[in-house]
């Protein structure tokens, strides 16, 4: 059964997700487990986790020989016979969760190229070659949050695609993403759509803000002082989400929303990600229990999944301090804290290390596909 911080956090509106996918959990009865006993309600993937699935387990080998055997591949088309099997198999153990919660929930993610992110229609052309391949209802093709990216998104979603847009760090990047998913859905309703079949997330990254902002709190010149970095480290994350969390309750009471939702148009909820801290000297639970609320998504990683399940204290945070959160902005700034260059910073850098991640999966299966060459 699932504790009670997990049946607390869905009662005041927050899906939990998990941020991994393994063949291994999807064959021996883990995921379903945590599907049907742990209140997971969907999964996210990234080029990151698959390197780490199928470049660290002998298991996927026995697929590879198998593949390799009906005809010659490619390390990129043996890949993406790994990816979308594995997609598709953890889409259907969340068919029951996506049903019964009529779409909200039910997710599965795969994202596409990271190597894309700056070409927009190459990524509207690989989302869409994507959501044909793996033909399920309940799966979202991820998007990075580039300004490619937001043209992506609204195509997309103009063609009745489900939508995870990755790698948010700003709340400006996320205010052009719910514009363009606003826009998507005016589209989809215009040709005849029936928007109620259309879902998307748009993930927020969190801890990653802390790490860069606290790192510059410290290098600061002149050197700022104990009292003022006390206050600010381990807080700007925090404080940047519950920003963007306000843009979204002020943007699903505009009268361009409500006519949405009176079709059956979900609103595109926030998606916590990179919720477990990296910083040692913070608690556990810093992100995943300073950002409930409402119409979220929370996605953690299995450790920070398992110590939220068994000790995490619920409430509603993301709608206390407000204007705490805003003063935080205030003071990073008057402390030559430039947001808008660590966002930028970070988004190039989350770019970067999908891109290596996808590389070094590629050539993983590579190194196992040579081994099937004769």
């Not at 209802?137 to 043209?151: D, R």
């Not at 700022?224 to 920003?243: D, F, P, Q």
Request: aromatic share 6%; hydrophobic share 40%.
């Amino acid at each position: 059964m699932t504790t009670n911080s997990l049946k607390q956090t869905a009662a005041i509106g927050q899906s939990i997700w998990l941020d991994y996918l393994h063949r291994r959990a999807l064959s021996n009865g883990e995921t379903a487990a945590l599907i049907n006993d742990g209140g997971v309600t969907g999964i996210t993937s990234n080029p990151s986790i698959f390197e780490k699935a199928i470049g660290g387990d002998e298991l996927y080998n026995v697929a590879i020989e198998r593949l390799m055997n009906e005809r010659p591949r490619s390390a990129m088309e043996l890949y993406e016979k790994l990816a979308t099997a594995d997609i598709q198999v953890a889409a259907d153990l969340l068919r029951s969760v996506y049903e019964r919660c009529h779409r909200r929930d039910g997710y599965v993610s795969l994202e596409v190229s990271p190597h894309l992110a700056h070409d927009g229609p190459a990524t509207i052309a690989e989302a869409k070659r994507l959501w044909r391949l793996i033909d399920r209802p309940n799966i979202m093709i991820k998007v990075p949050g580039t300004p490619a990216g937001v043209t992506a998104c609204e195509e997309l979603i103009a063609a009745g695609l489900n939508i995870n847009v990755t790698l948010l760090f700003s709340v400006q990047a996320y205010q052009a993403i719910a514009e363009a998913y606003r826009r998507g859905l005016s589209r989809y309703a215009a040709g005849g759509g029936d928007l109620s079949t259309v879902a998307s997330v748009a993930s927020f990254f969190v801890s990653r803000v802390d790490s860069a902002i606290d790192k510059l709190l410290k290098k600061s010149t002149p050197p700022l002082s104990t009292e003022l970095i006390s206050r600010l480290a381990g807080h700007g994350a925090i404080a940047n989400a519950k920003v963007a969390y306000a843009h979204f309750q002020e943007l699903i009471t505009r009268p361009e929303w409500r006519a949405l939702a009176a079709k059956g148009a979900q609103p595109q909820r926030l998606l916590w990600a990179s919720t477990s801290t990296k910083d040692p000297a913070y608690p556990e639970l810093l992100y995943a229990e300073g950002l409930i609320g409402p119409d979220t998504v929370d996605t953690m990683p299995p450790a920070t999944y398992q110590t939220f399940r068994q000790h995490g204290k619920v409430e509603s945070t993301l709608s206390q301090g407000l204007p705490e959160a805003k003063e935080t902005l205030t003071l990073l700034a008057s402390a030559g804290i430039s947001l808008a260059a660590v966002t930028d910073k970070l988004l190039e850098e989350g770019l970067v290390l999908f891109q290596d991640a996808f590389d070094k999966l590629l050539a993983s299966v590579e190194r196992r596909r040579s081994a099937f060459v004769q």
